[in-house]
């Protein structure tokens, strides 16, 4: 009844072709999207903004990128956090060395050098599937490892390891507070999803879910399996790229390589299988749920055991929470495995035709 | 009308009484503290040791009058998570008064951040050597000493060992480090010293976690080194003398750094580890000093103790129970300038930890006689003291087996400046004149 894809004409293919066909859907969306550039910074405060929505932001990104070579291109990666190590590293190379270097163009050319590491890195893929790519990946991800501890030229040969950027400015606009910092986030998320979606919308896109479907059907038609698979894994390294460049430049600030450890590629992993594979809006279901459930859990814990009548210690409170992490996504991995964006899209079904039946 | 008007005027005047009144009184010292993950056997009697302490304070009555209010926040020694916690205690409570770190990579991170948000941190023991110097680091403290100290008083005593630092020319010494900026800290000044002295200096960096030391053992075995150099916290220490005690190296000629000097590294060994030295940051294992004594009468004995008694007195519970003291003492100074029984603010503690003195006689009231050396700071040295002394395991118990060292200002302070000069160019700082060092 209030969601129906009935009642608005379209005149033209253009706009038959749009993201959103449902009108409803759009008007959503740019609400939602209105409401993140000019309600969120005035109602959050500095630590909602620095510690939930800058990660959750800068992760969906990162989510983005794995989804399309996992879930649309069917190629399995463990070498996510490498490739994030990558571009960040790449980026501040760029910024550091180079004088004057701009922001954005550091954080792009970082994206550009993860696509290039990411294609190599993606070249086992043309002979092994499935299990073997994830090791072959992992070999990414442990050699990115060693490359950052290492070689001193990649951090500036810094004693400690570890490098730090500051006075991050776009154009002008200088980055120092946290709704700055979460606004240029919002900014590059945005459009680069925007790319991201219409991309997989595309022939790109349907050559990619080709591949993962059948992918000896597919080359049987026509489909070029190289150039498809390394394509997958050039968008989404250049994706993850820039993700590690806005995670370490403006999340992190000063970070060392144990940031992009193998923890980060499983959880970006855990991230689009509990969103959804093959669907952008489950990256970012994903993200939010592995980005706000242990903060969520860690302030609600202390306050539910006391209700309860026992005082947990911070200890077992991070114990728990992992537990309650762990349950969780084994319940919904049972519950719904094609995650939480089938879930969505399900709940949509259900609404366009309510209050009706069938 | 008459009624009115007093009516309006008592109301502002309650209105302008009212935040004075609801003004917090107590000051609040969040514990950043690693109780799970790979480097909690250490990170929980450093927590405990410095929450046993604030609550001592508290009834004794708090600092002139002023509790102290607590929250641990766990970062698991993660530094995202390490941040996460910073974000979320700074504006609590009224304000975060200090933050203690306790991670190297942690302590990076935060220096960028604690500037703007006029919080100072207190990095006791750890952190950036560079800090030391307050010129460029206005936030930093790495109050009693840094890791090119360390490195600088382990030298020391080996060449005292050897008979005269001219003695260690052509000698071997193996660096085994947790290879992450903590481990990578003392390089520079250990191969400043090498190039000074002449001894041979091989570098085996262990990664995180430390379990897998095997192939860097057997390089040992087959370098036969003089003496070897641990960096390592966690369980990469005491995987370190399991594997010594395996290839049958001497633990006596094994020195670890003060993080890698107590009872969750040995214990496990045992004999196994009798003989290892390690660095004290000038206490030690301290069962007999009179602060353990009056933290076992009036917080355990009430029931309160954050953790079992057995760890009350060991070496990493002292280690909290000193960082913790040195915060309360940058209060109680503060609160002499600023006002006695007021709340203090990060900018005043910042003061107050840069004008930070404590002569024996202060320090013994505190029931550190025996354990401290006094700790004198100033606007350009946020060290205030740089004594370190050798305990060794004796296969149940540290024991002190050295005079107290300090370490060699001629050779440490120009690397200091040089590296702080580096970083201020890096970041575009100016260094601070003395006119900022009177506010």
Redesign the interface.
Known sequence: MIYRDSGHMVTSYRADQQIFPVLQDRWAVLGLIGFAIAGVPLLADEYVLRAVLIPFLILSLAAVGVNILVGYCGQISLGSGAFMAVGAYAAYNLFVRVPGMPLVVALLAGGLVSTLVGVFFGIPSLRVRGLYLAVATLAAQFFCDWAFLRIKWLTNNSISGSVTVSNLEVAGWHLNSAADNYLFCLAVVLVLCLGAKNLVRGAVGREWMAIRDMDVAASVIGIQPTSVKLSAFAVSSFLIGVAGGLWAFVHLGSWEPSAFSIDRSLQLLFMVIIGGLGSIMGSFFGAAFIVLLPLLLSRTLPAASGLFGFELSTAANSHAESMIFGALIVWFLIVEPHGLARLWSLGKRRLMLWPFAH | MKHVHSFFASILAFAIASPALGQSQEQFIPSL?Y??GPY?PNG?PL?NGFADYIKLVNAKGGVNGVKLSFE???T?Y???RG??CY??LK?ARGGATVFHPMA??IT??L???AP?DKIPLITSGLG?SESADGGVFKWNFPLLGTYWVAADILIQHIGKKEGGLDKLKGKKIAFIYH???FG??P??LLEERAKMLGFQLTLL?V??PGVEQKSTWLQIRQLRPDYVLNWGWGVMNSTALKEAQATGYPRERMYGVWWAGAEPDTKEVGEGAKGYNALALQHGAEPQAQVVKDILKLVHDQGQGTGPREEVGQVLYVRGVTAAMLSVEAVRTAQERFGKGKRVTGDQMRWALENLNLPQPRLDALGFKGVMRPVSTSCFDHMGASWARIHTWDGSKWVFSSDWYQADDQIIKPMVKA?ADRYAA???LVRRSSQDCQS
């Open positions: 503290v109780r799970t909690a929980v927590a641990e926040c766990e698991g993660a530094t995202d941040v996460e974000e979320r504006g190297t990579g990076f991170a220096t960028e951040k703007g950036r290879d992450s900026p990578k800290e390089i520079p960096p990664a995180h590296a890096e970041k575009k």
